[in-house]
């Protein structure tokens, strides 16, 4: 199926990202398609992170428009925000799990957030700590993790909400090319159950392992996109 004829979770439409005098984004039109598998490259500076913040309102447009799952997000009032953020689990480089609270309590803080009814949290977390491979580990603290064990538990905690839709920012710029690879088949097997996922890297290599499509920006511009076939 050609892309243009597939339906769009995500309209990215002549979008300017100003801050202060510096024009991190310019005039960028994109769109994301449902269930795609998407990555975003470039060099440093070029706009990457600032483009991920701008689809779940972690920072507003200066111009243009976006519009998520039918929604514009420059209509969506205050009330709704939360709403909004429901749809995406956001996955940092730097995991950003809570310091004080454990394995088990940093997903199931994300699950009981989303209604998950109670009786069934546990169960849900034992699940996605199984999914990860990180069961034994429900009682740990973060500090007491490797980054790929920590970045794990991040993509289960980013899962348990049930997001349509990941968004991830250098998921694996700090881990080691195995811990990168369970990481990396973790989000395509959610992909898989009917997600969007966005995945912001400089790893290049990393792309052309796992296949998908690639936009690169530079200097705040899409200066390219291209369809890389997944290598067997
Ligand atoms: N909060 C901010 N205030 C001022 N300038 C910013 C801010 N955030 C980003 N910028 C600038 O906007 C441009 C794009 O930054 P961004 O972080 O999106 O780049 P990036 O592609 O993610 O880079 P990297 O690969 O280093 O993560 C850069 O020139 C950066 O200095
Ligand atoms: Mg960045």
């Keep these: 199926m050609a892309y243009e004829d597939k339906s769009a979770m995500i309209r990215i439409l002549h979008v300017h990202k100003r801050y202060g ?3 991190a984004l310019r ?23 600032t483009l991920l913040k701008l689809l779940y309102l972690g920072e507003k447009v200066t111009g243009g428009n976006i519009i998520v799952d039918g929604q514009n997000l420059s209509r969506i009032p205050r009330r709704e925000l939360p709403f909004l953020r429901r749809k995406f689990g956001i996955i940092f480089q730097d995991f950003k799990l809570i310091p004080g609270k454990s394995v088990y309590e940093n997903i199931a803080l994300v699950a009981e957030a989303v209604g998950t009814r109670r009786k069934l949290i546990r169960k849900k977390v034992g699940s996605l700590l199984r999914n ?4 034994d580990r429900a009682d740990a603290l973060p500090r007491s993790l490797s980054g790929g064990e920590q970045q ?3 993509v289960a905690r980013a899962i348990a909400g049930n997001p349509k839709i990941i968004v991830a920012d250098e998921p694996t710029g700090s881990l080691d090319p195995e ?3 369970v990481i990396m088949d973790l989000l395509r097997q959610y992909r898989n159950l ?7 890297t400089h790893d290049t290599q990393r792309i052309r392992s796992t296949g998908g499509r690639v936009i690169i920006l530079r200097e705040g511009r899409v200066e390219s996109a291209c369809v890389i076939p997944k290598m067997e």
Aim: glycine share 12%; hydrophobic share 45%.
């Design 152 to 154: 794990r538990v991040a």
């Design 194 to 200: 009917g997600a969007t996922i966005i995945i912001a």
């Design 179 to 181: 811990s990168a690879d």
């Design 21 to 23: 005098s510096k024009n």
């Design 27 to 49: 005039d960028v039109t994109l769109d994301i398609f449902d269930k795609e598998f998407l990555f975003i490259s470039g060099p440093s500076g070029a706009g990457k992170t």
């Design 132 to 135: 990860v491979g990180m069961e």
